[in-house]
T-cell receptor, first 115, second 112 residues
Framework: AQSVTQLDSQVPVFEEAPVELRCNYS??????LFWYVQYPNQGLQLLLK??????LVKGINGFEAEFNKSQTSFHLRKPSVHISDTAEYFC?????????????FGSGTRLLVRP | KAGVTQTPRYLIKTRGQQVTLSCSPI?????VSWYQQTPGQGLQFLFE???????NKGNFPGRFSGRQFSNSRSEMNVSTLELGDSALYLC???????????FGPGTRLTVT
């Protein structure tokens, strides 16, 4: 079975400051990893994903994430945030072995960017 | 390409009623998954359909069911609604493993 832990339920940060949203996962099999963003009253939008290869993954809107296999982490970072980045961010995994498209999500982190 | 569409966007039902939600995936995507999002439980996987077959099912009671048609459109049905079924129901379509899901805007179901 897989599980995803997002330790921070809310992260307040000032505009133009850097931010890191933490994600740790647990799985007995190899997984693909994803970060999604959800703006109010909307569905989820894929920010980035790690499938294989380079452990540093770049996504949309200036976000990037680093996969660390030994620490089973996939933290999301942005060097300088904007007010418009205020949203809920979800980390998710999919087990590779069973060819499933099922996503297992963390509980989410609300990023609050202040002026 | 048009994105994933879900209808209706908002729905109010009474306890004991049943409801059907619809999801049209991105053209060419054969997989449709459904998720329930609530403040208390977060995002939970309901089920996944691939080429009209249910391939995965989450831990939900039998009142929750779904199906997929030959054009990949999917419906989910909830019978005998309970107050706890109030949630945002999201569907996602995928073209291949590892692609992640492309999500629709969701259907907000309120049970009174």
């Amino acid at each position: 079975a897989q599980s995803v832990t997002q330790l921070d339920s809310q992260v307040p940060v000032f505009e133009e400051a850097p931010v890191e949203l933490r994600c740790n996962y647990s799985s007995s099999v190899s997984v693909y990893l994803f970060w999604y963003v959800q703006y109010p009253n909307q569905g989820l939008q894929l920010l980035l994903k790690y499938l294989s290869g380079s452990t540093l993954v770049k996504g949309i809107n200036g976000f990037e994430a680093e996969f660390n296999k030994s620490q089973t982490s996939f933290h999301l970072r942005k060097p300088s945030v904007h007010i418009s980045d205020t949203a809920e961010y979800f980390c998710a995994v999919t087990p590779i072995a069973d060819s499933s498209y099922k996503l297992i999500f963390g509980s989410g982190t609300r990023l609050l960017v202040r002026p | 390409k048009a994105g994933v569409t879900q209808t209706p966007r908002y729905l109010i039902k009474t306890r004991g009623q049943q409801v059907t939600l619809s999801c049209s995936p991105i053209s060419g995507h054969r997989s449709v998954s459904w998720y329930q999002q609530t403040p208390g439980q977060g995002l939970q996987f309901l089920f996944e359909y691939f080429s009209e077959t249910q391939r995965n099912k989450g831990n939900f009671p039998g009142r929750f069911s779904g199906r997929q048609f030959s054009n990949s459109r999917s419906e989910m049905n909830v019978s005998t609604l309970e107050l706890g079924d109030s949630a945002l129901y999201l569907c996602a379509s995928s073209s291949e493993t590892g692609a992640g899901g492309y999500f629709g805007p969701g259907t907000r179901l309120t049970v009174t």
